[in-house]
């Protein structure tokens, strides 16, 4: 993980380096030549430094957007930018119980899994569970259409947008659990995921069984497919 992390930081380090190892080796070179009055030899190999130095290529380490990954539980991920990428789709053989993790490793980076994106899930069959890790902030419209056989997902502390489409047509899905911590959300004592005032409902779980539903005072509005 520390060398995927310093790989994607080489590039401003080895600046940083340079514009100052250019100045130490003037000021060095010029020091030595008003007040030590060295020898021809050491002043031509202190100039020698000097000009290697200057000489050397400036140091680029880009990460293609196009990049993707699949991890073993047969989900895949896409790049975003050189530190973030997004869930973004699944294997055939995807696992029943997942995790999205906070980090990935895509070509010796380090990556944080930051979103899920638009039908990353869609028409998902096998996915029984989903546990969304803390560095997660997004959950795209359509994340988990049609999972017929989802029947429960975690959201962590750092979900702070879930887009109204995100869990549509999901008929098992039977708990949604929010982290305690987290300052959007929050699952109420009736199982369906509201805000953190509980004066909206997100969503209402699509495999709950009771025939009856009372609405909370607090409740001021109800999102489209809830």
């Not at 990460?63 to 539980?73: F, G, L, M, P, W």
């Amino acid at each position: 993980a520390k060398q995927g992390n310093d790989a994607r930081s080489v590039d401003k380090l080895y600046l940083q380096c340079y514009n100052l190892l250019c100045k130490i080796s003037l000021f060095v070179f010029f020091l030595f030549r008003r007040v030590f009055l060295v020898s021809k030899k050491i002043l031509s190999a202190l100039l020698s430094l000097v000009i290697f130095i200057n000489l050397l290529p400036i140091i680029e380490v880009k990460v293609s957007a196009n990049e993707k990954a699949i991890d073993s539980q047969g989900v895949k991920y896409s790049v975003l930018s050189d530190l973030e990428v997004e869930v973004s789709g699944f294997t055939d053989g995807i696992s029943e119980h997942i995790t999205i993790p906070e980090t990935i490793l895509i070509n010796g980076c380090n990556y944080n899994v930051v979103r899920i994106s638009d039908c990353a899930f869609g028409d998902c069959k096998n996915v029984r569970s989903v546990a969304l890790s803390d560095s997660i902030r997004s959950v795209y419209q359509y994340a988990f259409y049609n999972c017929e056989n989802l029947e429960m997902i975690k959201i962590g502390k750092s979900v702070s947008k879930i887009r109204s489409s995100a869990f549509w047509y999901c008929p098992s899905l039977k708990d949604i659990v929010v982290d305690e911590e987290n300052r959007w959300f929050k699952t109420g004592e009736d199982g369906v995921l509201y805000n953190k005032n509980q004066t909206e409902i997100v969503k209402c779980p699509g495999g709950k069984t009771e025939t009856k539903f009372e609405l909370k005072l607090s409740v001021r509005s109800i999102r489209p497919g809830a």
